[in-house]
């Protein structure tokens, strides 16, 4: 039963979220006592489940491009002509980690315009490190008897990237990539301060008429969204790591 526990609390948490983005009106009774004067339970400036497509959409599309940059960064500087870079690398991708969130966006909206993009952008400067960090740790920590077999075997420094270092590096890059969206998806609601389409939009109209309800309708979402991709996230990570260790083994 033990080990079955997890799988159900996961299960349960999927049914409970995805009724209340279909349905909300069923929680009311349960919010009910979060508001004052008559003030409407749930949130009604717009439709909860599309507010989460958005927002979902939002973080996929900065996780999908800081991946594909904090990647190529963390391949260029594991070759020998690109190791110099190395402190240049690194001080790129801290630049996200260097500003708040908030500060970010104030910088974009004057370049960008109000919307998505600024939020795009801060999300895609905050998902940079922890992705970095891990493929260059996934490429520098490779077993070196399976290097010197691909290396023995007639590989050239291609080769060996896409058919060996990529796929063995791969469960430490994906869990840098599983902290990245994480991390975007909490930061993503601040996007709504620039006229983004967020969960944020809940969590600022409840802030804004002192609305308990709203605030914890757009948190609690966004909670478990991080919780269930979170873990989705980890059992890929973890299926991948065993499927690397018996095709090296």
């Given amino acids: 039963m033990k080990a079955w526990l997890p799988a159900l609390l996961r299960l349960a948490l999927v049914v409970l979220l995805i009724a209340f983005l279909t349905n909300p009106g069923l929680f009311e009774p349960l919010l009910k006592p979060l508001t004052e004067n008559n003030a409407p339970v749930i949130y009604n400036q717009g439709s909860l489940l599309t507010l989460t497509l958005l927002h979902l959409r939002i973080v996929l599309i900065a996780t999908v491009a800081a991946t594909i940059v904090a990647v190529a960064l963390a391949i260029l500087v594991t070759r020998p002509a690109g190791a110099e ?49 891990n493929a260059l740790t996934g490429l520098t920590t490779l077993p070196a008897n399976v290097m010197e077999a691909a290396r023995g075997a007639g590989m050239t420094g291609w080769q060996r990237l896409v058919k ?17 969206v994480v991390i975007g998806l909490a930061t993503a609601t601040i996007g709504s301060t620039v006229a983004a389409k967020t969960l944020g939009e809940v969590i600022i109209a409840g802030l804004l008429s002192n609305n308990l309800a709203f605030i914890l309708q757009g948190g609690l979402i966004v909670a478990a969204l991080a919780v269930l991709i979170y873990d989705g996230l980890s059992a890929v990570e973890r299926y991948t790591a065993r499927r690397m260790g018996r095709e090296a083994g």
Avoid at 98 to 124: D, Y
Avoid at 164 to 180: K, M, N, T
């Fill in 85 to 133: 870079f190395l402190p240049l690398s690194r001080s790129l991708v801290n630049i996200g980690q260097t500003f708040p969130p908030v500060a970010v966006l104030a910088l974009a909206v004057p370049a960008v315009g109000f919307g998505e993009k600024p939020t795009l952008i801060a999300l895609f400067l905050y998902g940079l490190l922890p992705i970095f960090e």
């Fill in 164 to 180: 060996v270092e990529l796929p063995l590096s791969a469960p430490i890059i994906l869990g840098g990539i599983r902290l990245s």
